[in-house]
């Protein structure tokens, strides 16, 4: 068809022109390519732009692959679509009524030290709904927190009810292949996956995610595999971002997450900085290239595991067959010295050049 043409080939006036006379802006090729597929794939900025104008148009059809536009774009490594189709596509959260937010308490989805988050539903949507256990002002600053921190590489959060009561509640999106810590889990011991990743596709979205947050002076303190969440729909997104804290900010976290922190924050003060994170990116990518937990059969306590790593004594492993690119990044991430360690925009750097076909580079 004339529009597919236009799209791929980048004639910007011929899709105008096509649309204006009624083309339907959802036209899909022979292999289920939508109009705004075909624009990513060609990388098509500014056909991009138009097809996203279009009232009509569907951001969610997903291709043969079960990949929307914008999922597309995440695996082609092109963050600068992947901010054209979000910022075109997603709106402030809704803030509604308690009984907008239908909770399932039968189905948990995990419990942390005053949260709990269970199934449910919003408008017919499946989320994820997550309260308070008392209504504190912490869970109302995380909800804050959400709304001015947003990215097409987080959890994303989809309404808020009850705000002003003692149980505010929070909907967010429901990712449905669980945690990146069980995705591995499964990988070690040998079971079905219910979704296919790569190493790079991981880093790729746990770096634009960190980059973000830190663009934004956040800091998010508590990067775990558990806390990166699978989507066959979604892809890969980062959660927790409302557990994060401005610059400056310092550690009061329990043992849930302590074998991803950086040396630095086991120290009398426990301070956090932009550069604790990257160790934590780092020690993701060990367990993403071990398939092992870090620190996994070391036959040590608890304690003596932190103080080696507070003394630089102790890092999580790397295998023995790891890719000399990885292991060079794993290296620099979990350097002892916070400022040997790369920031977020250099690492996307990096791993952009493992990408073929790269068309953009991000900009400060």
């Known amino acids: 068809m004339d529009i597919i043409n236009a799209v791929s080939n980048g004639d910007?006036?011929?899709?105008?022109?096509?649309?204006?006379?009624?083309?339907d802006p959802n036209t899909t090729d022979e292999s289920g390519n939508t109009l705004l597929h075909l624009a990513v794939q060609s990388n098509q900025l500014k056909v991009l732009n138009v097809l996203l104008r279009s009232r009509k148009v569907d951001s969610t059809i997903r291709n043969q692959n079960g990949d929307t536009a914008i999922v597309l774009a995440m695996k082609l490594?092109?963050?600068?679509?992947?901010?054209?189709?979000?910022?075109?596509?997603?709106?402030?959260?809704?803030?509604?009524?308690?009984?907008?937010?239908?909770?399932?308490?039968?189905?948990?989805?995990?419990?942390?030290?005053?949260?709990?988050?269970?199934?449910g539903t919003f408008h017919g949507q499946k989320v994820a709904v997550k309260e308070s256990k008392a209504g504190d002002e912490d869970f109302k600053q995380e909800i804050k927190m959400m709304e001015l921190c947003r990215s097409p590489y987080f959890v994303e959060l989809?309404?808020?009810?009850?705000?002003?009561?003692?149980?505010?509640?929070?909907a967010l999106e429901f990712m449905d292949s669980g945690s990146l810590e069980g995705h591995i889990n499964a990988l070690r011991e040998g079971k079905p996956t219910k979704l296919k990743v790569t190493t790079l596709e991981v880093a790729w979205i746990l770096a634009n995610a960190i980059y973000d947050l830190h663009h934004a002076g956040i800091i998010h303190r508590d990067i775990k595999s558990s806390s990166i969440l699978l989507s066959s729909d979604k892809y890969i997104k980062l959660g927790g971002i409302g557990n994060g804290r401005?610059?400056?900010?310092?550690?009061?976290?329990?043992?849930?997450?302590?074998?991803?922190?950086?040396?630095?924050?086991?120290?009398?003060d426990g301070h956090y900085s932009t550069a604790s994170d990257i160790y934590s990116f780092g020690v993701v990518l060990t367990e993403l290239d071990t398939l092992e937990l870090p620190y996994a059969n070391l036959g040590l306590s608890p304690f003596k595991i932190f103080d080696r790593i507070?003394?630089?004594?102790?890092?999580?492993?790397?295998?023995?067959?790891?890719?000399?690119?990885l292991q060079s990044l794993i290296e620099h991430c979990l350097s002892f010295d916070p400022n040997k360690r790369p920031t977020a925009k250099e690492v996307i750097d990096i791993l952009q050049n493992r990408f073929p076909n790269l068309h953009e580079q991000i900009t400060e």
């Open 158 to 170: 989809i309404a808020v009810s009850d705000i002003y009561t003692t149980h505010p509640k929070m």
């Open 77 to 119: 490594g092109n963050r600068d679509l992947v901010s054209k189709i979000y910022q075109a596509m997603h709106f402030p959260a809704h803030y509604v009524h308690d009984k907008d937010i239908i909770v399932d308490y039968d189905s948990s989805l995990g419990v942390g030290g005053i949260t709990m988050v269970y199934q």
């Open 12 to 23: 910007r006036d011929t899709v105008v022109d096509l649309l204006s006379q009624g083309v």
């Open 310 to 325: 507070r003394r630089g004594k102790l890092a999580p492993k790397i295998s023995s067959n790891c890719e000399p690119w």
């Open 246 to 268: 401005e610059w400056g900010s310092r550690t009061n976290e329990g043992l849930n997450a302590v074998f991803s922190m950086a040396p630095e924050v086991f120290s009398s």
